[in-house]
Structures are given as C-alpha cells and as structure tokens.
C-alpha cells in the first residue's frame, strides 16, 4: 500500500501542535494530502498568517484532481451521500492505493475499509 493521505483534521490538529497527529504523521516518511485539504487550511486562514500556514504545509505532497479522482468522488458521492469535498478526500486516497488518515468518524466510519483513525478528540 502506498503512502497515506492525510485528512485535513490531521493537518488542522498538527498545525494546533496536538502531540497526537504529530505522533501519527511520524509514523510515515512521506507526508500526502489532498488540493481539497489543502484549500481547506488555508481557506481558514486569515489573509495576515495564509504565508507562514502555506510555508509550514509546503513539505507536504499535495495531490490534485485528476479525472480519476473526479470519477471516484462522484461514484462514492452518489453511493453514500458523502459531502463532495470529503468524497474527493476519500477517493484522492482511494485512487492512489492509500489510506486515509482521520479522526473524521461521523463522516468517515472507522470500520469503512481505507481508514484510520488514530485519534479521537
């Protein structure tokens, strides 16, 4: 299996300095995200503090929506009534041979194959 996808609650906690996703994201030597994760941290930004958050995050791998991940989205969208921008999360990971790590549990169950859930809060 590949390198994991982080889910932006992950990064949001890390960026929180939360000891726990901290823990989870050395546990892998590559660090990947979503576009989706990644507008979503900086759209939480306010303007003053968008550089420094960019620059903390720009170690991380960004993956961007390909047709693949669109068809995906939009095949889990329809099965499962998933949010759109949590089903292009779910399917960025899918698509690439990845899990994807999150606390998310109300809209990604822990028991739904290609999750983890490291941590709740």
């Known amino acids: 299996m590949a390198d994991p996808v982080f889910d932006t609650n992950i990064l949001v906690d890390w960026l929180s300095e939360r000891s726990q996703a901290a823990t989870e994201l050395a546990r892998y030597r590559r ?5 989706i994760s990644w507008m979503e941290i ?3 930004e306010p303007f003053e ?3 420094h958050i960019q620059s903390l995050i720009a170690p991380f791998e ?3 929506v390909d047709s693949r991940i669109a068809v995906a989205a939009v095949d889990i969208r329809h ?4 949010k ?3 089903a292009i999360v779910l399917a960025t ?3 690439n041979g990845s899990i994807l790590v999150t606390r998310n549990t109300k809209d990604f169950p822990a028991n739904m194959p290609g999750i983890r859930i490291p ?3």
């Open 49 to 51: 503090t968008r550089d």
């Open 31 to 35: 660090h990947r995200i979503s576009r």
């Open 62 to 64: 960004v993956i961007e």
């Open 119 to 121: 941590y709740t809060l």
């Open 42 to 44: 900086l759209a939480g």
């Open 84 to 86: 759109l921008s949590d």
């Open 79 to 82: 099965r499962s009534r998933m």
């Open 93 to 95: 990971a899918q698509v």
